[in-house]
């Protein structure tokens, strides 16, 4: 990738099993030169996590502080924690000469790209509903319930989807990795 082209941020987001993590895994272990964005939250450091490398750790009087100051780019609250991604760290990194990664739920992509329209949103996609509910199920880890609600949020996400810049179906890992490669290769060639 061409190191002179003015920085962007690039906003992956995708449903639950569609395997966005493993596409995003190894587009970065083949572009190192890329930055994952570390987001804000609330909850507490697990075994191991790292202040400012995993997550930057915010009581939640400061979390608070930033929303009613504006300062996150994006923001949402899940299972009473809050988890956000600050404007002046995704500011900072590209004025810093780094293209940025932020890996995220749709309602926040959309967030992202209400204030900051120049960030490009890919939409990790499956091959179908029924390829998807098929992975779930082979994981072998939730019941017939929590499979019914994850595959309820996924044809939400879904229709959010169709407001993403990109989609990139996952039927296979290196074809989906090539094809994210091409999407941001070409829009770092639109500068």
């Known amino acids: 990738m061409n190191k002179n082209l003015k920085k962007k941020l690039f906003v992956i987001s995708g449903s639950s099993g569609v395997g966005k993590g493993t596409v995003l895994k190894g587009f970065l272990n083949k572009h190192p030169e890329f930055m994952l964005?570390?987001?804000?939250?609330?909850?507490?450091?697990?075994?191991?996590e790292i202040d400012g490398v995993n997550y930057f750790f915010l009581s939640k009087d400061d979390f608070q502080d930033c929303i009613a100051n504006n300062k996150f780019l994006e923001w949402a609250e899940f299972a009473g924690n809050f988890y956000g991604t600050k404007k002046k760290y995704i500011e900072q990194c590209l004025t810093d000469g780094k293209d940025v990664i932020l890996e995220i739920e749709t309602n926040g992509a959309l967030q992202?790209?209400?204030?900051m329209p120049e960030a490009v949103l890919i939409f990790i996609a499956p091959?179908?509903?029924?390829?998807?509910?098929s992975r779930l199920r082979g994981r072998h880890t939730e019941d017939e319930a929590a499979i019914q609600k994850r595959l309820n949020e996924v044809k939400k996400e879904l229709e959010s989807a169709k407001k993403y810049d990109y989609n990139?179906?996952?039927?296979?890992?290196?074809?989906?990795?090539?094809?994210?490669?091409q999407i941001i290769a070409g829009e770092q060639e639109k500068c």
Do not use: Y
Not at 112 to 115: A, G
């Open 168 to 181: 990139v179906v996952n039927d296979d890992l290196e074809k989906a990795i090539s094809e994210l490669e």
């Open 37 to 48: 964005s570390i987001s804000c939250t609330t909850r507490k450091p697990r075994k191991g």
């Open 127 to 133: 091959p179908s509903l029924e390829a998807l509910e």
């Open 112 to 115: 992202v790209k209400e204030k």
